[in-house]
């Protein structure tokens, strides 16, 4: 059973997010800090896995192996920083679909948790927007941080109009990174919702 796994969002969070979608290798571009940020969670030995929404190739934006392309070189790019993602789940339907794995339903964190055995009451999940805070709290993810990056600010506000907290609010994936270290340091109590 895995009792330290980190679920993250990919677009806005670990890489730049695009209104256009990210369809090509081009168009793929870490943001500043989040390889390093990926890389002291491996060394703190929290499991990384990557759960992301990817509409594109059903809109018939791409392929799907322009999209098993960029993922090839996330993980890669992550390994060769000294991290590693452990998996990434995608939901490739449209909100229209109906499906069980569009976050913010649970079914991809569902999916994680049966291939893992993970422990979702130690574990984490960073987003950048509502939907990723909402598929965390649908699941039962004890921790929940929201990002600055991508669409952190604008989803900051429109949880707080919900009365949803996440558990802390970042700047950015190292921020993130820093503020999950410490509160998994012995002694330290769980983690307080975050104050808007």
């Known amino acids: 059973m895995l009792r330290k796994a980190v679920f993250l969002d990919r677009d806005g969070v670990i890489n730049r997010d695009s209104p256009d979608y990210i369809k090509r290798l081009e168009e793929f571009e870490f943001l500043p800090g989040s390889l390093d940020a990926l890389r002291r969670l491996a060394e703190r030995g929290f499991a990384c896995i990557v759960i992301t929404n990817q509409s594109a190739p059903a809109r018939g934006l791409m392929t799907f192996e322009a999209l098993d392309a960029i993922h090839r070189r996330l993980c890669a790019a992550v390994a060769e920083a000294g991290g590693r993602i452990l998996d990434i789940f995608i939901c490739p339907h449209l909100p229209a679909d109906g499906c069980s794995c569009r976050k913010p339903k649970p079914g991809l964190l569902h999916a994680a948790q049966r291939k893992y055995g993970i ?36 989803a900051a506000r429109e949880l707080s109009a919900r009365g949803l907290r996440p558990g802390f609010i970042a700047q950015d994936l190292n921020r993130a990174v820093d503020w999950l270290v410490e509160t998994d340091s012995p002694g330290k109590g769980a983690p307080r919702p975050a104050a808007f």
């Open 119 to 154: 422990d979702f009451s130690s574990a984490a999940m960073i987003g950048d927007s509502v939907t990723d805070i909402e598929c965390a709290l649908n699941a039962g993810v004890r921790t929940t941080v929201l990002v600055q990056t991508g669409n952190g600010e604008k």
